[in-house]
């Protein structure tokens, strides 16, 4: 069956450390890939996208994310995470084939001080 | 404010009770999607419609839900005989066009459903 995994429910890092969020996809045609962000009591927001072309995909925020076909993954990355960035962020799938978008169970990422 | 709009935001019934959550599209989206949030838990897919039309409805319970998008007026989605374990947060996403061709869609805010 076509899915999406994140690892890591709750992701914890410093203010300033570098910010990494996992997720993975099953299939062997590469789907859209995409990350969204929630925060408290609000709706997702789109931070970026995959859908062809260059692998490395920037987004809003400082946030980007690499498509490595080889590995089926697209994990997000921040070079510097800042207070801000405290809330849950989706990695979703769209195939192909498919009418709808599939979304990861999510990771919650805090920052300390 | 020309983004998704749902309401209520928050919604209180009792067990037996119906549920009934709106859904305003972006003005010249005319395709809409529901997914449930429970406590803890990613966004499940529930349904997906057009105008009139129900594309996609494998994500729905077989029983006690439903969900239209008139062609006039917000996408309504129902829950009849509310339980429990409806409790959830219901979001509703719209998008200019049907998938895959963006690839993007846009989220109101949620309905929180708390059903006592």
């Known amino acids: 069956a076509q899915s999406v995994t994140q690892l890591g429910s709750h992701v914890s890092v410093s203010e300033g450390a570098l910010v990494l969020l996992r997720c993975n996809y099953s299939?062997?045609?590469?789907?859209?890939l995409f990350w969204y962000v929630q925060y408290p009591n609000q709706g997702l927001q789109l931070l970026l996208k995959?859908?062809?072309?260059?692998?490395l995909v920037k987004g809003i925020n400082g946030f980007e994310a690499e498509f490595k076909k080889s590995e089926t993954s697209f994990h997000l990355t921040k070079p510097s995470a800042h207070m801000s960035d405290a809330a849950e962020y989706f990695c979703?799938?769209?195939?192909?084939?498919?009418?709808?978008?599939?979304f990861g169970s999510g990771t919650r990422l805090s920052i300390r001080p | 404010n020309a983004g998704v709009m749902q309401n209520p935001r928050h919604l209180v019934r009792r067990r037996g009770q119906e549920a009934r959550l709106r859904c305003s599209p972006m003005?010249?989206?005319?395709?809409v999607y529901w997914y449930r949030q429970l406590p803890e838990e990613g966004l499940k897919f529930m349904v997906y419609?057009?105008?009139?039309?129900?594309?996609?409805e494998s994500g729905m319970p077989k029983e006690r839900f439903s969900a239209e998008f008139p062609k006039e007026g917000p996408s309504i989605l129902r829950i009849q005989q509310v339980v429990r374990g409806d409790s959830a947060a219901y979001f509703c996403a719209s998008s200019p066009s049907g998938m895959p061709n963006t690839g993007e869609l846009f989220f109101g805010e949620g309905s929180r459903l708390t059903v006592l």
């Open positions: 299939s062997s045609v590469p789907p859209y």
């Open positions: 979703a799938v769209l195939y192909s084939s498919a009418s709808k978008i599939i």
């Open positions: 419609l057009q105008k009139e039309n129900i594309i996609d």
């Open positions: 003005k010249g989206h005319s395709h």
């Open positions: 995959y859908t062809t072309g260059a692998t």
